[in-house]
């Protein structure tokens, strides 16, 4: 999977006002690695996201982009809790020294020590650019994307990928999130992992409609079973007929996340861990 990414370099100059600075973690969950961004003019930049911890390859190439501009950062900006957009904030400020950081908060765990918190709708500003913050849960509970008014670019976290799909906790807050991003209309998205989205609306409807084409490939999967009730582990086998091994974890944690929706919307029960189509949605898809 992953020989079939884009090449990215280690640094590139997006705009006269945004560096992307890759954070050297490459993984089949990262892809090329987290995507951090340098935004701004003047001689005080705001960082977004920090990679993830233990990777002093990346704060050496951080460092070397800060020193041959002759700036330091005002602040750093976290999209969401994840280890590898959090995991490498102590590590830059044992480096560059206590930089102000802040995050969205997460319900339902505290935040680490000397992180400060977000609000929807603040306007973060620095020379050159104007960040508005916009809560965008599904993807996490504390995740938010950017809009910079100056080109009208969204810095998107996990919420929209270069390349792949992305995961979710919560598909019903996910959905509403990518119909707050389709509201906005960005003309391109930077996002926290793969190469910059140039063709935005078509990205983002692409993801609204390959995540209802799951939701109904999962009803075909109950409806089809040959037993009256499916695991997770069934549907996964069913749907997901084409994915490397490593990924069958992610897939069913998506599987989950979609089993739960249609538990809520009442379409399927859940017993055990075993689902079960309430009713059935239409003729089975293939001959008894």
């Known amino acids: 999977m992953q020989g079939q990414l884009t090449p990215l370099p280690g640094v590139t100059a997006l705009s006269d006002t945004v560096t992307r600075v890759l954070g050297c973690n490459p993984s089949p969950m990262t892809l090329q690695g987290t995507n951090t961004y340098l935004v701004g003019t003047g001689k005080r930049r ?27 950062l005002q602040e750093i900006v976290i999209t969401h809790w994840h280890s590898d957009h959090v995991g490498g904030l102590a590590d830059l400020r044992r480096r560059l020294g206590d930089i102000p950081a802040r995050k969205f908060p997460r319900p ?24 508005r913050v916009v809560h965008t849960p599904g993807h996490t509970t504390d ?20 390349e792949t799909t992305a995961v979710f906790e919560d598909l019903a807050d996910y959905m509403a999130s990518l119909e707050l991003l389709l509201q906005l209309r960005p003309s391109a998205i930077y996002p926290g992992h793969g190469p910059v989205v140039q063709n935005p609306i078509e990205k983002i409807q692409f993801y ?61 029960s859940e017993e055990h861990g075993s689902y079960s189509l309430r009713e059935r949605h239409g003729p089975p898809d293939r001959e008894p």
């Open 46 to 72: 705001v960082l977004v996201d920090t990679g993830s911890s233990g990777v002093p390859e990346y704060v050496d190439r951080l460092e070397g982009v800060l020193r041959e501009a002759d700036v330091q």
């Open 208 to 268: 609204m409609d390959h995540r209802r084409e799951r939701e109904q490939q999962i009803l075909a999967a109950l409806r089809n079973a040959e037993s009256a009730s499916c695991t997770v582990t069934d549907i996964v086998t069913a749907v997901y007929t084409d994915i490397p091994v490593y990924m069958r974890r992610p897939a069913s944690v998506n599987v989950e996340h979609h089993l739960s929706k249609l538990v809520k919307d009442g379409l399927v």
């Open 108 to 131: 339902e765990a505290a935040d680490a020590p000397g992180v400060e918190p977000l609000n929807d709708g603040e306007v973060i500003t620095t020379e050159g650019a104007t960040l």
């Open 143 to 162: 995740h938010v994307v950017l809009h910079m008014s100056e080109g009208n670019i969204i810095f998107s976290g996990d919420c929209i990928l270069g």
